[in-house]
């Protein structure tokens, strides 16, 4: 029996899903759901409004219209429709030559530099106060670049730290900090301090899902963390869903800032009442932590009223020993092709699902219909596409995120032909056009929940953080570059509009396929060492090269190694 067995075995004994593990999971997944409205405001905060420039020297100048006079001042003061739906122009207004009345036969146009704003979906936005708009929509693209910036880096930035100091203290911190920069960022004066706070925020909520799932998925048994994963999806979607009300109730970019940052606060109790992961503990080299992990799992297996024997603390003892003394992290995993091919399929997997899971969230704003119901359906989808997650269990976890991410980039790219073929200005078309997107956000949510679980279970203990952090930053820079995609990739033309959708569905249908290479770690335990890692991608089970001899003293199993794995260790450590 392995490191990873052995442990697995000990969870089964006291208990793979028992009270204490519910009651930690339902709190450790509370700052889940604050957190994801923190990341889906963006689609509101950034909303665009209609909006015009501002007619000079009117001081209290409105963008809907004050009566007769106020039509005809701004007909003499705007150039008129450009064929876009503002009808007035956004970024010009007429400047009147030798002190004139300003009209277009006697006036030139020059851009201007404050606007007025309709409301609409929104009564106030980031782009609406801090003038997001003309020259400075780039602006715009930025903020929302810095905030899935921050997305990227979180992982490997927190799971570094979380291999180091445990999952409990990063993910306390990283909590708490988010909640502060939310707060910062809801009074930003400028488009510098606000990209920067939202760049933390977006670090910060990575810090929050990364440590706080591992730190769940390590305190439950191998046949619970499918269920666990799950779970952690449903809270996403109760966040993300939220945002919408939220939203919609208060219409204000700094109030739902505000609202999905300071209820975060009320977890400072957790520093004195959730745990640190058994598992992490048991494997640390920190002086203390090993034993730290044994009263751990002696109290969590006393609360399931599933006490442990001093039988099983011998053959834990033996465990920990086993693990520590061997070097598991640093370069050597580089050292292993199998792992670095993991590795590089997994980036592209994520890259796609997360450039296709938040390039459709923010392009629902762009669907027609009402943003609120657009949002709603490409949010609450996600249920479903999580709930299949539970077969993943008994068909494995490659072949539904396969089947995810073809879906996912058929549908997508489906709205080529409806581009090219329909008629875009009658309602059963534009009802089509929102359900192939629906329909892809299903397949990309489904595969996101998929690699979200999946990614954690092929990387050894000692490494887990690391590696997970690695393949979801680097992975996360499809949601960094979508903004860009949303609202630069549009050109004159039929499908000009699908661009976007169809850069999507090409890279799921390519990445998706490459995940055949992946394998599949479906009710198998935690792999503990980078060997028991690289078995997991083998396609046909090998001999051990390991002779195994147990000594018939008590249950102590001693482990000889073959002169090929002596060879090999000291080989893989130069």
């Not at 715009?140 to 670049?145: D, G, L, R, Y």
């Not at 640390?284 to 969590?300: F, H, Q, T, V």
């Amino acid at each position: 029996m392995n490191e990873g067995e052995v442990i697995d075995d000990l969870f089964n004994k006291l208990g793979a899903f028992g009270r204490y593990q519910i009651r930690t999971q339902f709190l450790v997944m509370i700052p889940f759901v604050i957190s994801a409205v923190q990341a889906m405001s963006v689609v509101f905060i950034h909303y665009t409004l209609p909006h015009r420039c501002a007619i000079p020297g009117l001081p209290n100048d409105t963008y809907e219209s004050q009566g007769l006079w106020h039509d005809e001042l701004i007909n003499a003061s705007i150039p008129g429709g450009t064929g876009l739906e503002d009808a007035h122009s956004s970024c010009y207004l007429y400047v009147p030559h030798n002190g004139t009345a300003a009209t277009s036969v006697n006036s030139t146009q020059e851009k201007c530099s404050s606007w007025v704003y309709g409301k609409t979906m929104m009564d106030v936005t980031v782009q609406s106060e801090l003038n997001f708009v003309c020259d400075n929509r780039p602006r715009e693209t930025v903020a929302q670049m810095a905030h899935f910036s921050g997305q990227m880096v979180g992982p490997l930035f927190f799971g570094l730290l979380a291999d180091r100091f445990g999952r409990k203290p990063i993910y306390l911190i990283s909590t708490l900090l988010g909640a502060l920069f939310g707060v910062c960022s809801a009074f930003a004066p400028d488009h510098h301090s606000f990209a920067f706070m939202r760049f933390v925020v977006g670090l910060c909520i990575c810090g929050t899902f990364g440590a706080g799932l591992n730190l769940i998925l390590e305190l439950v048994g191998t046949s619970k963390r499918m269920l666990v994963g799950i779970m952690v999806e449903y809270s996403w979607i109760v966040g993300s869903v939220s945002t919408a009300g939220l939203a919609y109730s208060v219409k204000n970019w700094n109030h739902l800032l505000l609202i999905a940052s300071v209820p975060i606060f009320s977890i400072i109790p957790y520093f004195w009442i959730i745990p640190e992961s058994p598992r992490w503990l048991l494997t640390s080299n920190i002086k203390g932590n090993r034993e730290k992990g044994k009263k751990l799992m002696k109290y969590i297996s006393e609360v399931n009223g599933r006490p442990l024997v001093e039988k099983d603390f011998e053959v834990l003892d033996n465990t920990c020993r086993e693990i520590v003394v061997t070097d598991q992290g640093g370069l050597r995993i580089l050292k292993s092709p199998r792992i670095v091919m993991t590795l590089l399929v997994v980036i592209m997997n994520w890259f796609s699902v997360s450039l296709g899971y938040a390039g459709i969230s923010l392009n629902s704003g762009k669907l027609p219909g009402d943003l609120y119901v657009n949002y709603v359906l490409i949010q609450v989808v996600d249920l479903p596409a999580f709930t299949m997650l539970f077969t993943m269990d008994k068909l494995g976890r490659k072949i539904p995120h396969i089947h995810g991410m073809l879906l996912a980039g058929l549908s997508l790219l489906a709205t080529v032909l409806v581009d090219l073929y329909a008629d875009k200005d009658i309602s059963s078309t534009q009802a089509i056009y929102v359900a192939l997107n629906v329909i892809g956000k299903i397949g990309v949510a489904s595969a996101y929940g998929d690699i979200f679980i999946w990614a954690a279970e092929m990387f050894p203990t000692a490494a887990r953080n690391r590696c997970y952090g690695v393949v979801s930053t680097i992975g996360r820079l499809g949601a960094v570059v979508s903004p860009i995609i949303v609202n630069e990739a549009r050109f004159e033309g039929p499908i000009g509009n699908s661009i976007p959708l169809l850069i999507f569905g090409v890279l799921c249908v390519c990445t998706g396929l490459l995940a055949v290479l992946l394998p599949d770690t479906a009710n198998k335990p935690l792999p503990e060492t980078i060997e028991e890692a690289e078995n997991l991608t083998k396609f046909s089970r090998k001999k051990s090269t390991t002779a195994e001899t147990t000594a018939k003293n008590g249950n102590l199993i001693v482990k000889i190694p073959s002169t090929k794995e002596i060879e090999d260790y000291h080989l893989t450590s130069l």
